[in-house]
C-alpha cells in the first residue's frame, strides 16, 4: 500500500516564537485591520474511509458486538469493515482441547466454545442480549500436523521458529477458524444461529534465516503472544519468503470469510412477516 502523506502542524509564528528577542529585519509599522482568523487546522493522520453499507452489517450497527477474544489484531482487522464499536470479552475458559484431533477440527472446537461461553454468559445481561458474538482462534501446524500455539518461554520460542524454518522445506500451515452467534427472533429451538468458518492459509519460511536472526527476533518479543510464534504484519515478516493464501488469515482474522459468517448468521435472525404473524 502506498504511503499516506500524513499533514504536519503548521510551524510556530515569527511573532511568538521571537516575542521575547529583537528582530534581525525592520518592520513596518502594523497595520490597523482587523488580524485575519488562523485557518482551520486540518486533522493529523489519513482519513478513514466511510463504513460499507451493506444490509447485514446496517442490522447489527449501534446493537451489542461482542468480540470474544482480547486480540487488537483482529479488533483492528474487524474495524476495517466498519465494526469498531465492539466490546471485548475474552473467554477465560482454558484451551485444551485434545491436540489428537487435528489442526482443523482443534480450531474449530476452541472457538466453538469461546463463542458459547461468552453468548451463554451475555445472553441474559442487564445490558440486553447481544446482537452478534464473534469468536476466534489460530493456531499453526507443521507439515506433519504437529499444533503450534503461544511459545510459553524464551527457549520454547526459539525451538519452534527453527522447526518452522528446518521441516518440509520452511512451508507449514496456518488455521483460524471463525464462529458467529446470534439469538433468533423466532421460539426455534435452540434459540440461536451459529455460523461457522475454517480458513487455511501455507506459509513457507525462508530457509536463509539464520540462527542468529531468530534469536535476535525472539528478543524483540513481538511473537511471544502469537500463535507459531511470530506475527507476519510486523518484524516477523523478515522470516517468511511467501504465503499461499489470505495474509489476515495469519495476523490472526480470515476477514472476507468472517464478513460472509456475519451476514449468514445475521440473516438467519430475521423473521419473514408471514412466520412472525403465524406465531
Not at 451475555?122 to 493456531?139: C, H, M, Q, R, Y
Request: negative net charge; hydrophobic residues 40%; charged residues 25%.
Amino acid at each position: 500500500m502506498a504511503d499516506q502523506k500524513i499533514p504536519l502542524d503548521s510551524p510556530p509564528a515569527y511573532d511568538d516564537a521571537d516575542a521575547a528577542t529583537e528582530p534581525l529585519i525592520e518592520r513596518p509599522a502594523a497595520a490597523t485591520s482587523p488580524k485575519a482568523p488562523p485557518p482551520p487546522q486540518r486533522p493529523l493522520g489519513p482519513r478513514l474511509p466511510l463504513p460499507l453499507d451493506l444490509p447485514a452489517l446496517n442490522m447489527i450497527r449501534g446493537k451489542r458486538i461482542i468480540l470474544a477474544s482480547a486480540s487488537p489484531r483482529r479488533r483492528q482487522l474487524l474495524a476495517q469493515i466498519g465494526l469498531t464499536n465492539l466490546e471485548i470479552i475474552p473467554s477465560t475458559l482454558p484451551e485444551n482441547r485434545p491436540k489428537s484431533l487435528g489442526p482443523f477440527e482443534y480450531v474449530l472446537q476452541t472457538a466453538e466454545q469461546k463463542a458459547r461461553a461468552i453468548y451463554t454468559q451475555e445472553i441474559d445481561s442487564a445490558k440486553g442480549e447481544p446482537a452478534l458474538v464473534l469468536a476466534a482462534d489460530t493456531v499453526v501446524s507443521t507439515h506433519t500436523g504437529q499444533i503450534l500455539e503461544k511459545p510459553r518461554s524464551e527457549k520454547e520460542h526459539l525451538i519452534m521458529l527453527k522447526l518452522l524454518r528446518d521441516q518440509n522445506n520452511g512451508w507449514h500451515k496456518v488455521y483460524t477458524a471463525v464462529v458467529c452467534m446470534a439469538p433468533l427472533d423466532s421460539l426455534a429451538d435452540p434459540g440461536y444461529a451459529m455460523e461457522t468458518h475454517v480458513e487455511e492459509t501455507a506459509v513457507k519460511f525462508d530457509q536463509n534465516v539464520t540462527d542468529e536472526l531468530i534469536a535476535s527476533y525472539v528478543r524483540t518479543r513481538e511473537g511471544a503472544d502469537k500463535a507459531g510464534g511470530y506475527g507476519i504484519q510486523g518484524t516477523g515478516s523478515i522470516l517468511v519468503e511467501k504465503i499461499d493464501g489470505t495474509h489476515d488469515n495469519v495476523v490472526g482474522l480470515p476477514l472476507r470469510a468472517t464478513l460472509m459468517v456475519i451476514e449468514k448468521v445475521v440473516v438467519q435472525t430475521e423473521v419473514p412477516e408471514e412466520v412472525g404473524a403465524v406465531l
